[in-house]
């Protein structure tokens, strides 16, 4: 008899569950894949039970950058990760990095822990209105009722944060949900929502687009980063090359097609802009990063052919002749069947092909000039020029800063979808160490050889540097964490010994300017405190030397930092009384 009770005893204790347990199985339930977080009570167990539920978890020193990371999964692979976060003040730092996943449409889910339901409004421990904050930054926002409803809420926030335009979903968890228990059997489980439905443009629409495309003299393709997300790159390849069409990609649309394709006109981007008289948005908004359609950057006579997921995106700013409401891939399949109906290509040898030759050879001339200037401390262009040498074309290249990104987008070219990532939409910068370990993590578990290499600025280091202790706790292999453009300020800086002269003169606060920063930094030590490899780089043969070093160690992370001088700029814009809106 006491055999039989133990048994049932037994079998009583299988049938129970706790809540961390059924959000780390909800969670996998939904296939997803990895976490990001920083843990602390009350949701320490809900990492365990990820872990133990066969979800990787990395562990990171801040609550933006572990949302920055999670939300880079949503980009490169289409379906969300977790950012696991404290309640109060760790929620609140995950704000900024689920405000960047929603301007950028990338799916991710950030999971909270909080006050105790029977302490609400008393006061307690971090307690802090969560549910509501996280509606202004997301597209769901909820917390399960019961232990029963953590199922189905985890699968409605996967389901929001992919379906329409991606972005972010919360879901708050009760401290006291965390590790009370249920009977299993009275949960009501839910299976993996399917993915975002495909939705194809009206008939119509697609006709006049093409009667739009065949009568323009300056025609353009503009291909953005929901092109990249949509994994669109075979479409848009074929559209380009049936078309021929000259294209310009978005910052986050290089690769989509190689940026050394022969319809490539990115180094004549403002002229193209400018000239061109019809033009085809593919998964591109016209808002900042375009000029948002208006002039003097754009004609006020184009037309605009707008392809979007979105319906409140088409005509935003800019009224569209065409509207294309639909799944990217599919819409430009439905206008490549319309355009081969009748055999139509735009003319190679056309007048507007001709201007935009012209004006891509002037600026390389001008490009390489700059590039091969032999004085010390190096300019910019200098410093890209030899990084592009060496880099692999297979690379993921991070990169953010102010200067160091606008130019190394110019000097550095992607060859493969989804291999860029940068401060985006929102022009977020701390983004860079974040986006390169979740690209990392993401190779190293397909088994790649892939390198990840992150590009910043010694201002944008400064905001989430620390993750290099992240990189290296991990074991992440895969990461040149740092080509650490130093300028020694924010767009630029002082030489040394103007920073000394300045000592002199008295009280900092009020002397040194507010872009500065402490002159010649050596940020490279961080990453050798933790067991990487750091280098201090000064001349053209210090960075190869120390760039080819690191590509061949695959066993430790490095960083380098490349001093250059705090002087160097851009070169002159075609507009430069609007040269920090050409990002």
């Not at 290249?397 to 102010?402: F, K, L, P, Q, Y």
């Amino acid at each position: 008899k006491s055999s039989l009770i133990c048994v049932y005893m037994s079998e009583m204790i299988m049938a129970e569950v706790t809540g961390a347990q059924l959000i780390a199985e909800a969670l996998k339930s939904q296939n997803v894949e990895h976490m990001f977080g920083i843990v602390g009570v009350p949701i320490i167990e809900v990492a365990m039970a990820a872990q133990a539920a066969g979800i990787k978890y990395v562990g990171m020193r801040n609550e933006q950058a572990a949302c920055y990371a999670a939300s880079a999964i949503g980009y490169l692979t289409g379906w969300p990760a977790v950012c696991l976060v404290v309640s109060g003040p760790g929620l609140i730092h995950a704000l900024g990095g689920m405000a960047n996943a929603n301007m950028n449409c990338w799916p991710v889910i950030v999971i909270g822990g909080s006050s105790d339901r029977n302490q609400e409004t008393t006061g307690a421990f971090q307690e802090f209105p969560q549910v509501e904050a996280c509606r202004l930054y997301s597209k769901f926002s909820a917390r399960p009722s019961s232990l029963e409803m953590i199922p189905a809420v985890v699968e409605k926030a996967v389901r929001s944060s992919i379906y329409g335009r991606p972005g972010a979903s919360y879901i708050d968890i009760a401290g006291d949900m965390v590790n009370a228990k249920i009977d299993r059997a009275s949960v009501r489980f839910v299976s993996c929502c399917p993915a975002p439905p495909v939705s194809q443009a009206d008939s119509r629409e697609i006709t006049q687009a093409v009667r739009l495309l065949k009568a323009a003299r300056r025609p353009l393709i503009i291909v953005g980063k929901g092109a990249a997300y949509a994994r669109a790159e075979t479409e848009v390849r074929e559209l380009v090359e049936v078309t021929g069409i000259p294209f310009l990609p978005t910052p986050m649309g290089k690769g989509v097609l190689p940026d050394d394709h022969p319809n490539c006109v990115a180094a004549a981007r403002s002229r193209a802009l400018l000239q061109a008289d019809v033009i085809v948005l593919l998964g591109a908004r016209l808002n900042w990063i375009l000029h948002f359609g208006f002039p003097p950057r754009f004609s006020p006579h184009v037309k605009i052919i707008q392809v979007d997921l979105c319906a409140e995106e088409l005509s935003n700013n800019v009224r569209a002749a065409s509207a294309l409401l639909g799944d990217i891939r599919a819409v430009v399949r439905q206008l490549l069947e319309t355009i081969r109906s009748d055999s139509w290509r735009f003319p190679s040898d056309s007048e507007w092909w001709l201007t935009l030759k012209e004006k891509m050879t002037a600026n390389a001339q001008i490009s390489k000039s700059l590039a091969l200037q032999s004085t010390l401390p190096m300019n910019y262009y200098t410093a890209f020029h030899h990084i592009s040498e060496l880099l692999p074309k297979d690379c993921i290249i991070v990169s953010e800063g102010a200067n160091t990104m606008d130019i190394g987008r110019t000097m550095l070219l992607n060859y493969l979808p989804r291999h860029r990532l940068d401060a985006g939409t929102f022009g977020t910068m701390g983004v860079g160490p974040g986006f390169a370990i979740a690209a990392a993590v993401l190779e190293q578990t397909q088994k790649s050889t892939q390198r990840v290499v992150c590009i910043e600025g010694d201002s944008a280091f400064g905001f989430s540097g620390m993750e290099v202790e992240t990189i290296c706790v991990h074991n992440i292999k895969l990461v040149l964490f740092a080509l650490l453009i130093n300028n020694n300020g924010i767009y630029s800086g002082v030489d040394p010994e103007t920073w000394k002269e300045m000592e002199k003169m008295g009280d900092m606060t009020t002397i040194a300017p507010p872009v500065t920063l402490l002159p010649e930094a050596r940020y490279e030590q961080v990453m050798s405190a933790f067991g990487g490899r750091g280098y201090l780089v000064q001349t053209v043969e210090e960075l190869r030397s120390a760039l080819q070093e690191s590509l061949k160690n695959t066993q430790a992370p490095s960083l380098l930092n490349v001093l250059i001088d705090p002087a160097s700029d851009r070169k002159q814009q075609e507009f430069p009384w609007l040269t920090r809106s050409n990002l």
